[in-house]
């Protein structure tokens, strides 16, 4: 049911100006749903805000054909960690607010949170397409009949569908928020029927209407910023991204429904608000939560398939640390010697406990050796690389399915068997007093990294299984350093940008060589110096050395 003024206004899009593609979809879409009102397909008059689209302008759950949502893991689509690093990246450098009131010159929506919700996040609730689908058609298919007065002489009747899951979704935010029910309705309509939905006033008795929206244009807004609450406590479910145009990183956007009764968004929600509850702030997962979902869209009609990233975002409610906010640190390193930029960057650092660097550059420009030095030069000082937590993921994926007489293929590697291997992966402070990678809390991964984990199979399958788990190892590798740091580790993290992005740091380093000359040069002197001393030992005289500088470029000039 529709409450909205009628417009020709393209809704924005949750995060504005994202891509032409993505507002170009959005046209579309709205397009389509003004064709369809004009025909006569929506009903009614006590219902949400504005410009609402029908097809699901944005939605927790891939789509699949006829509309529907997919219910099955197999048709996730798969999104590229380096793709999501980027799009989380471009969110976070999103406002948070960008209503044009003082909030501070208007008194709060919403009274002082009572004592049993004041430490937890606020949960805003939209109602129609959201929760629930209202006609004034009785359609045979209701939940709930309202009959409502207008006024003395004005009574119709309501008729209300509930969209599937919503008590068992009710009854899972309920303890972990204050929950508020917020929808550009009519109270006269949505007050009876929350107290149908919500009998037992789980949800408490926190409700707003459309006299508490902003009129913006011909459509009403819910600004959140008006609340009372700290924007960084709160989040919205809504199916119309008008509805939070002034909060879009506060926002979960759902489909809109109306009578699929095979729709499993709501349960689908759960894990993401369960991790939002444990979250310091709302954007440390809707960020990456939405950036996966804009992704999504834009992949839609292509025919890739995602990967569980989602797992990698949400499970555990690790939140997916991703992304650094502060400016890469270029080092120009012609000239200086490996000890004069191990200084540079020593003299850089804010301390000498528990920093986490991040050392970027191209082959050639010598990260190995000022990774040495580093070493030598920081107490504690340790270096991370993600590739034995790869390793570790194909020998148990390869257990699992050698038990079952399979073998590691992209389609053997269901949902269900990688998040089973990744619960297996700990890091954990041992005994001895040393970080250890675990496989099962037993074996530590530093004991078989050059036995069970090298064997020729597993080598020969890690290019497979990487390609399906690089969510879940971003997680795992960003949640390592995290922990390492916090016990005063120096950790060190060494390779190319696209492959650093997601440790959130300001400890940001790029070795640089300007002239593409001389770093070629650099690299070809690397390659001579190997081959040279394959060739000599330890006695060798400045003339002998001489000689097999000359002999192994002829050597490699050969090959």
Not at 331 to 347: C, Y
């Amino acid at each position: 049911m529709d409450g909205e003024r009628e417009t020709n206004a393209t809704p924005t899009s949750f995060f504005r100006g994202v891509s032409e593609k993505l507002e170009s979809q959005q046209q579309e879409q709205q397009t389509s749903l003004q064709q369809q009102r004009s025909a006569g397909g929506h009903t009614g008059g006590y219902g949400d805000s504005s410009g609402t689209d029908g097809s699901g302008n944005a939605h927790a759950g891939p789509r699949v054909a006829g509309g529907s949502t997919g219910g099955s893991t197999g048709s996730r689509q798969r999104v590229h960690a380096t793709e999501l690093v980027e799009r989380a990246r471009y969110i976070r450098n999103q406002p948070k607010n960008t209503s044009p009131i003082d909030a501070s010159a208007h008194p709060s929506l919403l009274p002082e949170p009572l004592p049993a919700v004041r430490n937890k996040k606020c949960l805003i609730l939209d109602v129609d397409e959201t929760l629930v689908h209202s006609s004034y058609q009785n359609t045979g298919r209701y939940d709930v009949h309202l009959p409502i007065a207008l006024d003395r002489d004005t009574h119709v009747n309501v008729y209300v569908a509930f969209r599937p899951h919503l008590h068992r979704f009710l009854e899972a935010v309920a303890p972990l928020f204050e929950v508020v029910i917020f929808t550009a309705s009519l109270s006269t309509y949505c007050d009876p029927l929350m107290d149908s939905i919500d009998k037992q006033r789980i949800l408490g008795s926190l409700r707003l209407f459309r006299e508490h929206c902003s009129v913006v244009g011909t459509t009403y807004v819910k600004d959140l910023s008006l609340l009372g609450r700290n924007l960084e406590q709160v989040a919205i479910i809504d199916n119309s991204p008008i509805a939070y145009l002034f909060q879009q990183r506060n926002a979960i956007p759902i489909t809109s429904w109306f009578d699929d009764s095979r729709d499993e968004e709501l349960l689908r929600l759960i894990p993401v608000l369960e991790a939002l509850a444990e979250a310091d702030t709302v954007y440390d997962v809707l960020d990456n939560y939405n950036a996966l979902l804009q992704l999504q869209q834009l992949h839609e009609n292509s025919g890739e398939k995602y990967s569980s990233c989602v797992l990698a975002l949400l499970k555990g409610n690790a939140n997916f640390q991703c992304l650094s906010k502060s400016e890469v640190n270029k080092l120009n390193v012609v000239g200086l010697s490996a000890q004069e930029v191990t200084d540079k960057i020593v003299a850089a650092l804010p301390s000498k406990n528990g920093n986490v660097i991040i050392l970027q550059g191209l082959s050639g420009t010598g990260k190995g050796t000022t990774v040495s030095k580093l070493k030598d030069a920081l107490p504690k000082c340790v270096t991370w690389s993600n590739g034995n937590i790869f390793r570790s993921y194909t020998y148990l994926c390869n257990e699992v399915l050698a038990a079952q007489g399979k073998e590691i293929t992209e389609e053997s590697l269901t949902d269900e068997l990688l998040s089973s291997v990744e619960k297996r992966v700990t890091f954990v402070k041992c005994e001895d007093g040393m970080f250890h990678t675990m496989l099962d809390g037993t074996t530590r991964v530093a004991d078989v990294q050059n036995t069970l984990l090298k064997t020729p199979l597993i080598s020969s399958k890690v290019p497979t299984v990487a390609q399906q788990t690089q969510g879940e190892v971003i997680r795992f590798g960003a949640g390592a350093v995290k922990q390492l740091s916090a016990d005063g580790y120096n950790v060190i993290l060494e390779g190319r940008s696209q492959t650093l992005d997601y440790i959130a740091s300001p400890l940001r380093f790029e070795l640089v060589i300007p002239d593409v000359e001389v770093l070629g040069q650099r690299r070809a002197a690397q390659r001579v110096m190997a081959k040279a001393l394959e060739m000599l030992d330890d006695s060798a005289s400045d003339e002998e050395v001489s000689k097999v500088l000359v002999k192994a470029v002829e050597t490699l000039q050969q090959q």
